[in-house]
């Protein structure tokens, strides 16, 4: 799974995104792991982008059988694990933002899913969003509305999260607001 951000707007910033799908594409396996992508992905971006320009990225290889998430993080908003009790953590480790330095090793992240937990992924166009008075919603309202509605659905959470970030905005959203959820399902009793 990744989720990622481009620096800028209009059509320049679109065919970064567009050279990042493709970069993409051609290296991600599940033979290799985010650090080794994100280092690929890196280089292939340094060489192809306009200095000060990147992008911040997460991508993770999650193992549905069991449960873990292995992920590297360039940059990007750190995503918020909920847990089923009410704890949460982000998802940080990893390096700086895509195609900032020709030559990066990104760190790498694993975390282990228990039922119940949830976790988000969005960028800053959700964080950014301002009121009419000029506050942003920020990175404590995400985590109050995650923690207060972490029992609803992946679905059901990702429409509570974006009706909320509408009306502290007044509807007004100055940049994209994408939002990732994925839910664990909760175990099912036996017998």
């Known amino acids: 799974m990744t989720i990622a951000d481009v620096s800028g707007k209009g059509m320049s910033a679109a065919l970064l995104m567009s050279n990042l799908q493709a970069a993409l594409k051609a290296t991600a396996s599940e033979q290799v792991q985010p650090e080794q992508l994100c280092a690929k992905v890196n280089r292939i971006i340094y060489g192809n982008v306009s200095p000060g320009k990147f992008i911040t990225a997460f991508y993770g290889l999650l193992d549905g ?56 992924l969005f960028t800053d166009g959700v964080t950014e969003a301002r009121s009419p008075d000029g506050e942003e919603f920020g990175e404590e309202r995400l985590v109050t509305v995650l923690l207060e509605n972490r029992r609803l659905s992946a679905g059901e959470l990702q429409e509570r999260i974006l009706a909320e970030v509408a009306k502290f905005t007044g509807g007004r959203f100055e940049d994209d607001a994408t939002l990732v959820v994925v839910a664990v399902a909760s175990e099912k009793s036996s017998g």
């Open 65 to 120: 059988s069991c449960n873990r998430l292995v992920f590297t993080n360039a940059g990007q908003n750190a995503p918020i694990l909920a847990r089923r009790d009410g704890s949460w953590l982000r998802l940080v480790e990893g390096g700086p933002p895509l195609g900032l330095f020709p030559d990066w090793n990104y760190g790498r992240g694993e975390v282990q899913f228990a039922a119940g937990d949830r976790l988000v």
